[in-house]
C-alpha cells in the first residue's frame, strides 16, 4: 500500500562541514516506568536498560558502553517519553571531553 | 568513562519543562506504555512553542485516563463532569475570549458520552482546541467497547469482536464545521506539535486526534502486549497523507494490515469564530 521512495544516493555537497551536535543524556530514573520507547526509538541507538532497577522496580535507561559520544541532541527520546523522566541538553560548545563528561 | 559515569541523573530531579506541569505529581497514574503522558508533555511543550502568554492558556478534561491530564499541567484548568468538557470550554471561551482553552479528552469522553456537544462546538465554530486523545476504548472502566473500536477488535463486552462500525473521527470533524483537523499518533510527537502550536493560534474549533496505545485494556484483549508492540503498529502501518481530499475512507482497521493507517493535518481552512 505504501508507495516506496527512491533511495537517495547522492552525498550533500556540504557534508565535509556540517557540524553534528553532541547531546548529553539526563535521566530522571524515580519517573522510569520502563516503556521502553527511549531505548527502542533513539535514532543512535544510544540507550540500554540499566541493570539497577529504581524505587518502583523499573529498569531505566542509561547510556549504552561506547555510546557516550553517540548522541546528537535530536531530543526524541525527551519528546516521546510519558514520564518525562529523559531529556538531552546540547554540550557541542563544551570544550573539551573532560568538561563533557562532568555537569548535569 | 563507564556508561553509569555517562547517565546523569540531574540533582534536583528537575525536567525543563517542569514548570508547566505539577511535578509534584509526577510520576503520574497512568500505565507504563500509555500514550497519555506523551501528549501531556507535547501540550507542555506546545504552549512553551505557541508564543501565547502561559497565563492565558485554559485546559479543560472529562471524565477517564485522559481526564487526569488537567490535574497534571499547570495552567488554570477544569476536570469537568462526564463528557461536559466541551460545554464547560465553550463557557470559558466565550465569557473570556482571550483565554486559549484546550480540551484533552479521550474518545469515549468525547464522540460517546459527549457526542452531541461535540458536533456541536464544531458547528458553532467556538475559539477551542480539541486534542482527542483515542485509545480505541474505555480504558479506565476495564476495556468496553467504546465508539472508536474498530471492527473486529475484542473488548471485555465484546469479547468475539466489535461488530458495529466505529467513528471515523477526522471526517465526523469536518463534516461538522471544525476548521482545523489533524491525526497523529504518539510517535509523531514533532508533527502532533507543530499541529497544537497552529491550532492554538488559530482562532475556531480545531480538533486533534492523537492515537494512543492502552497496554493494559485494548492490547490486553487483543493479543496487543505492551505499548511499545502497539506503537510498533502505528510505526508499520501509519502512512502521511497531509491536506488530503478525502476523509470518508480513513476509517481504522487494526486487523487488516494491508490497509494504512492514514495520519496527517487534513483540514485547515478559514471559517468566521463564534465570536467574529
Known sequence: ?104 | MSATEQTIQPAANIHPIDRLLRADRLPHILCAGCGIGTVIHGYANSIAASGIDENNHVCVSGIGCSGRAAGYVNVDSYHTTHGRALPFALGIAVHKPELNVTVISGDGDLTAIGGNHFIHAARRNVNLNVICINNFNYGMTGGQVGPTTPIGAKGTTAPFGAVERPFNLPYLAKATGAIFVARWTILHVREFHEALVRSMQKPGFCFIEILAPCPTSFGKSNKIGDGLHEVEIYRERCQVQNGAPHLNDFDIDLLDESKPIVVGNFVDVERDAFME
Open chain 1, 1 to 104: 500500500m505504501t508507495k516506496s521512495v527512491p533511495h537517495v544516493v547522492r552525498e550533500p555537497i556540504d557534508l565535509p562541514q556540517a557540524q553534528v551536535p553532541l547531546g548529553r543524556v539526563h535521566v530522571i530514573v524515580e519517573r522510569c516506568k520502563q516503556c521502553n520507547f527511549c531505548i527502542k526509538y533513539c535514532p543512535t541507538e544510544v540507550l540500554e536498560y540499566s541493570e539497577d532497577i529504581n524505587a518502583k522496580g523499573y529498569h531505566y535507561p542509561i547510556v549504552a558502553d561506547g555510546k557516550e559520544f553517540a548522541c546528537v541532541n535530536c531530543r526524541f527520546c525527551d519528546l516521546i517519553c510519558p514520564e518525562l523522566a529523559i531529556y538531552t541538553t546540547d554540550i557541542s560548545d563544551a570544550d573539551d571531553t573532560a568538561e563533557a563528561s562532568d555537569g548535569g
